[in-house]
């Protein structure tokens, strides 16, 4: 009599998975934001590097790349139904994410004397880690400084967008903490009806809220990370670029926000037309 192949439980959640049209949607979507990351990584390899303390000199697109990696986990996870595991690295994620906006915003303000004294904080941090030894760098820490420069405190309170990222970080808190039998990995038969479902959809919601936050407090800060090539492309060949070409956007960005800015608000495609130098 032939032996019956055993398989794991990871792969009993992984076949049920594959066969179900709403968890692979799902799937799908999460990959279109692995795939933004990769192109605004690419995107961003050429664009001006950070210089800290005039001796220290990095390119964010190194932090984007393990963003891209990092999401790609996270769908590794939810092929699996591991959803515990999903989470916990979203919020490895999102402060990842906002690390980067921390970064952009020191840069941004570093030659302001009215905010010298946050600018020495946020260089420690910065140099301790380039250095791989900060310590005890809090997500709500690392959020405040965020909002405590002008550009940014307007618009996160016009959109609430503290309590957006406070809703999200809190779910994602208690995977990670382990706060209740609701937040370990399960198996498909420990799920009700449509319960995997939701439970990925909600990951792919918070992902997407994250990314278009970051990516709208980025566009706010520093317009030029998201401009197109064609402006650089021209003059790389020495070819007159067309008037206006530093003002255009990347499609795929434009393409982002198209399906997700609205998760924000709906007009926060014209506060940017408003406050930005950018052509949307």
């Known amino acids: 009599m032939a032996e019956l192949k055993t398989i794991s439980g990871r792969e009993h959640n992984q076949n049920f998975i594959k066969q179900d ?25 050429d664009r001006p590097f950070i210089i800290c303390r005039n001796n220290h000199i990095l390119s964010l697109q190194m932090v984007l790349l393990s963003l891209e990696f990092t999401a790609g986990s996270i769908i590794s996870c939810c092929e699996f139904g591991c959803l515990a595991d999903a989470n916990t690295l979203l919020r490895k994620y999102r ?33 301790s880690w380039i250095n791989n030894n900060l310590i005890d760098l809090h997500i709500g820490d690392v959020l405040k400084t965020i909002a405590f420069f002008p550009e940014m405190h307007s618009v996160i309170k016009k959109y609430r967008l503290k309590s957006f990222i406070d809703r999200v970080g809190n779910r994602l808190n208690n995977f990670v903490h382990s706060n ?71 499609p795929f960005i434009v393409d982002f926000y198209k399906k997700n800015l609205d998760l924000i608000d709906k007009s926060c495609i014209d506060y940017l037309r408003e406050n930005t130098p950018m052509e949307f």
């Open 21 to 45: 049209l709403h968890s692979q949607k799902i799937l799908q979507k999460l990959k279109e934001i692995e795939l933004f990351l990769n192109e605004f990584g690419c995107l961003s390899v």
């Open 95 to 127: 402060d990842d994410i906002f690390f980067y906006l921390y970064i952009v915003i020191y840069d941004r303000n570093k030659f302001e004397e009215s905010v010298a004294d946050k600018i020495v904080e946020m260089e420690n941090n910065i140099e």
């Open 180 to 250: 209740g039998v609701a937040y370990y990995n399960r198996g498909i038969i420990g799920y009700k009806s449509g319960e995997l479902q939701r439970e990925m959809r909600m990951i792919l919601d918070d992902m997407s809220l994250i990314t278009v936050s970051f990516l709208f407090l980025l566009t706010l800060c520093s317009p030029i990370t998201i401009m197109s090539t064609d402006y650089v492309d021209c003059l790389d060949l020495s070819i007159e670029p067309p008037e206006g070409s530093q003002y255009w956007v990347a």
